[in-house]
């Protein structure tokens, strides 16, 4: 198969649909993971030759290896992984179980990265190969009633930000997409909530939830040009590692920049004083 072929997981709705949608009009094949059987059989009978969508949950390694492995035994390949899927999730630190951050992290962080490892000897025999993590501007910047879900992210884009480095001499590229808001349905149905509720926090995590919840299908994002960005961030070639996706990351991460480089500077002196003087 000449077309290249992607593996995207997550594609029932949001960005995830619109990327699968865009590659297969791009001319590429689209290999999609949906976590019911009807929706899969749907799919492939509306995109026969074009794509496929194949049952598999992140959470589930089993079923990940068992996709990986027919992918590779049917087309020989793998040329994109997107690992899109994923879990939104709003509440103060206190406020979250810890089953609750569990159930976040594996589908946010062990979810991804199993289903990285397990691509990866497939790119290294390859010697070429992209894998594009679906991260957010809340993987840079953390928010008060955000904070689980900042920390899987911020995990997501540690282990990534190592990983380019590992396999870069190897062929193989790693690019950190960071998305703001956009209308899809991850502060719809798409968000999980704590189930405690504490009052000392409704003007900090309280206020979030309320400001989260009344934006949805109002955000400035469109998963369409998002996922044309993708592609064509994919095709170009570029060595940045990290692509935000809308204004308001732009906006975000440079105050989570400003404000780093403002400790530096704040406290440069007392990091000196603590080294060893000969």
């Known amino acids: 198969m000449n077309k290249r072929v992607w593996l995207i997981t997550g594609i029932s709705s949001g960005l995830g649909k619109a990327l699968t949608d865009a590659v297969i009009q791009s001319g590429d094949f689209a290999i999609g993971t949906l976590r019911k059987k ?127 480095q590992e396999v870069a001499p190897l062929g193989i590229k790693v690019s950190i997409v960071q998305p703001g808001p956009f209308r899809t349905e991850f502060t719809g149905s798409g968000l999980g909530e704590a189930e405690l509720l504490i009052n000392d926090y409704d003007e900090t995590a309280g206020k979030f939830r309320g400001v989260l919840k009344s934006v949805h299908g109002k955000q400035e994002g469109d998963p369409v040009k998002a996922a044309y960005a993708i592609i064509s961030h994919v095709d170009s070639n570029s060595e940045s590692l990290r692509l935000p996706l809308g204004t308001v990351p732009l906006k975000t991460i440079q105050m989570k920049l400003d404000s780093v480089q403002n400790d530096l500077n704040s406290n440069r002196e007392i990091a000196e004083s603590v080294v060893f003087r000969n």
């Not at 492939?44 to 992140?58: I, P, S, Y």
């Not at 035994?73 to 997107?82: A, R, S, T, W």
């Not at 179980?97 to 790119?123: I, S």
């Open 38 to 164: 009807e929706q899969v059989e749907l799919f492939n009978q509306q995109n026969q030759g074009k794509g496929k969508a194949v049952l598999m949950d992140v959470t589930n390694r089993q079923q990940m290896q068992d996709v990986v492995s027919s992918v590779v035994e049917e087309f020989g390949k793998i040329d994109v992984l997107v690992n899109n899927a994923g879990v939104g999730f709003i509440g103060a630190i206190e406020e979250t179980r810890l089953e609750e951050t569990r159930a976040v992290f594996e589908a946010n962080f062990f979810g991804v990265l199993e289903l990285t490892r397990l691509v990866l000897p497939v790119m290294r025999t390859q010697k070429a190969g992209t894998i594009v993590q679906i991260s957010s501007h809340g993987g840079i910047k953390a928010f008060a009633g955000f904070g689980i879900y900042n920390a899987s992210k911020f995990a997501l884009e540690g282990f990534s930000e190592a990983l380019a």
